[in-house]
């Protein structure tokens, strides 16, 4: 999963299993949560989104779970595709004065073998 | 609908020289962010625009000033380059209706400061 550092933590599936990515957030003021793809050379790409008054959400192949009590949140990627291989983010939103303002995590490597 | 453009893609500049970085959209949001994405690490806010004629300093804006020339339109502008800039900045942007709400990015612009 994400932490602070100098190092992209990584990931590597084969062609048909499920993904889970981690995310630990440090601000417990936080109540919005996204998550993100970025491809190479691309900008990010939103994936899902989670308020805090929720702690499941499913989109297509994807599900977000938020557990507010370790302050963790992890993305599950379904039947995971070689084009579901990019870097994965997690962002959150403190709202109040943070209007608008995401914080990002580093990032994780997911490389899917086909 | 293009989303979000930046101009340019690539850009290779001299320590000490200036440039400003245009970015436009054309879904009618009124939030709009500049991002910096280093090596190994998710991206940190510059600057950001909660609506036309306001714009308001992120986590890292030394060194940066903006300009919100139009709804459509959020400039990012290096004043005197430096290597430390070196760097890919995307811009986003957002409705600006809730703070609870998805950032959609460019592409991004890749600068190499020498």
């Known amino acids: 999963g994400e932490s602070v550092g100098l190092h992209l933590p990584t990931l590597s599936v084969q062609e048909g299993d499920n993904s889970i990515i981690n995310c630990a957030y440090s601000?417990?003021?936080?109540?919005?949560f996204i998550w993100y793809k970025q491809e190479s050379g691309k900008g990010p790409q939103f994936i899902i989104d989670i308020r805090s008054n929720m702690d499941k959400r499913q989109g297509q192949r994807v599900t977000v779970l938020l557990n507010k009590t370790v302050k963790h949140l992890s993305l599950q990627i379904a039947a995971t595709q070689p084009g579901d291989s990019a870097v994965y983010f997690c962002?959150?939103?403190?709202?109040?004065?943070?209007?608008?303002?995401?914080?990002f995590g580093q990032g994780t490597i997911l490389t899917v073998h086909p | 609908n293009a989303g979000v453009t930046q101009t340019p893609k690539f850009q290779v500049l001299k320590t000490g020289q200036s440039m400003t970085l245009q970015c436009a959209q054309d879904?009618?949001?009124?939030?709009m962010y500049w991002y910096r994405q280093d090596p190994g690490m998710g991206l940190r806010l510059i600057y950001y625009s909660a609506s036309e004629g306001t714009t308001d300093k992120g986590e890292v804006p030394n060194g940066y000033n903006v300009s919100r020339l139009n709804k459509r339109e959020f400039s990012l502008r290096l004043e005197s380059a430096a290597p430390s800039q070196t760097s890919v900045y995307f811009c986003?942007?957002?409705?600006?209706?809730?703070?609870?709400?998805?950032?959609?990015f460019g592409p991004g612009t890749r600068l190499l400061v020498l």
């Open positions: 962002a959150e939103n403190a709202g109040g004065t943070s209007y608008g303002k995401l914080t």
């Open positions: 879904m009618n949001h009124n939030s």
């Open positions: 986003a942007s957002s409705d600006g209706l809730a703070y609870q709400e998805t950032q959609y």
């Open positions: 601000n417990s003021a936080s109540d919005y």
